[in-house]
């Protein structure tokens, strides 16, 4: 994810359909629908086979933080700061 979010290429398409995401309803809805939704399921799934007992709960947290620090470029999403957010994500939902 990471590696997309910051890829040079990529970047600025990803930044102006997330711009577009906040205005136009009907756009916001097939993003969920088409893509957003396969991409939690995805990451749920994921979770659930590393031993996380309610994936469909940690996938948010888990993916939220990322794309925050995305958003407002608050922080850069270097492989160090995801190494810790990773495990740390995952052990809140081990139980």
Avoid: C, K, N
């Avoid at 590696?3 to 990529?10: I, R």
């Avoid at 991409?39 to 996380?52: N, P, S, T």
């Amino acid at each position: 994810m990471a590696a997309e979010l910051t890829d040079p290429l990529l970047e600025p398409l990803l930044r102006a359909v997330t711009a577009e995401l906040q205005v136009h309803d009907a756009l916001a809805v097939q993003y969920r629908d088409a893509l957003r939704s396969v991409q939690m399921a995805a990451i749920a799934h994921r979770l659930e086979r590393g031993g996380v007992t309610d994936p469909d709960e940690v996938a948010e947290p888990f993916v939220g933080p990322i794309m925050h620090r995305w958003w407002l470029h608050s922080h850069p999403l270097g492989r160090d700061r995801l190494s810790r957010h990773d495990p740390r994500t995952i052990r809140a939902g081990v139980r």
